[in-house]
């Protein structure tokens, strides 16, 4: 059965200082990967999502994200973390076809201090 | 990209009694799906509604317990039944685009059991 881990449950760093969230996953098939964000009160919003190709996939706000299949991990970066980053950081995995029946991560919650 | 309204956006219900949140999409989609937020956890998949049948439900959930309609291409509602505490969540609605390959997620219903 499919899996994905955020090992970091919370996270704190100063704004401007640069942010990298783990996740491993665990997927019988080639897997499509998804890093979502929860803001209070919010809906989720997509970061950015990976299907094939290049490994290296830049998404909204200035995230990105690596698959390195050989670790079995699609971490989340930022170079520079803003006060509006604070928020909960969803990575998921989905069957061949996108973003229907995901399986979640249990997410990692950012806190940025000033 | 599809738009979702979600209603109510938060409820504080009884034990015993039921809820039923309304899903709204704002163009036709062929995929839905609730799903559920407990209170730090992860986002798990409850069923898929589908359309002019009955909702294919996960492991762990029933549809006497959480009764699924969609009777058309644009909504759909889910009721939680003879709730209690243990229901507290937050109760998502998703949508699942083909042509973005992205799943969009409503604003999500907050539900409290007292």
């Known amino acids: 059965a499919q899996s994905v881990t955020q090992p970091d449950i919370h996270i704190t760093v100063s704004e401007g200082a640069s942010l990298e969230l783990r996740c491993n996953y665990s997927?019988?098939?080639?897997?499509?990967l998804f890093w979502y964000v929860q803001s209070p009160g919010q809906g989720l919003q997509l970061l950015l999502k990976y299907f094939s190709g290049d490994t290296l996939v830049q998404g909204i706000k200035g995230f990105e994200a690596e698959f390195k299949r050989s670790q079995s991990s699609f971490n989340l970066r930022k170079p520079s973390v803003h006060w509006s980053d604070a928020a909960e950081y969803f990575c998921?995995?989905?069957?061949?076809?996108?973003?229907?029946?995901?399986?979640f991560g249990t997410g990692t919650q950012l806190k940025v201090e000033l | 990209s599809a738009v979702i309204s979600q209603k109510p956006s938060r409820d504080i219900c009884q034990r015993g009694t039921s809820l039923t949140i309304q899903c709204q999409v704002d163009?036709?989609?062929?995929?839905m799906f609730w799903y559920r937020q407990q209170p730090g956890q992860s986002l798990t998949l409850i069923a898929t509604a589908n359309q002019g049948s009955e909702a294919t439900y996960e492991s762990g959930f029933v549809i006497d317990k959480f009764p699924i309609s969609r009777p058309n291409l644009t909504f759909s509602t889910l009721t939680v039944s003879n709730m209690s505490p243990e229901d507290s969540s937050i109760y998502l609605c998703?949508?699942?685009?083909?042509?973005?390959?992205?799943?969009?997620f409503g604003q999500g219903t907050r539900l409290t059991v007292v």
């Open positions: 997927y019988g098939a080639t897997p499509y």
């Open positions: 998703s949508v699942y685009s083909l042509m973005n390959t992205e799943a969009f």
């Open positions: 163009s036709q989609v062929t995929m």
């Open positions: 998921a995995v989905g069957p061949m076809g996108g973003g229907n029946k995901l399986t």
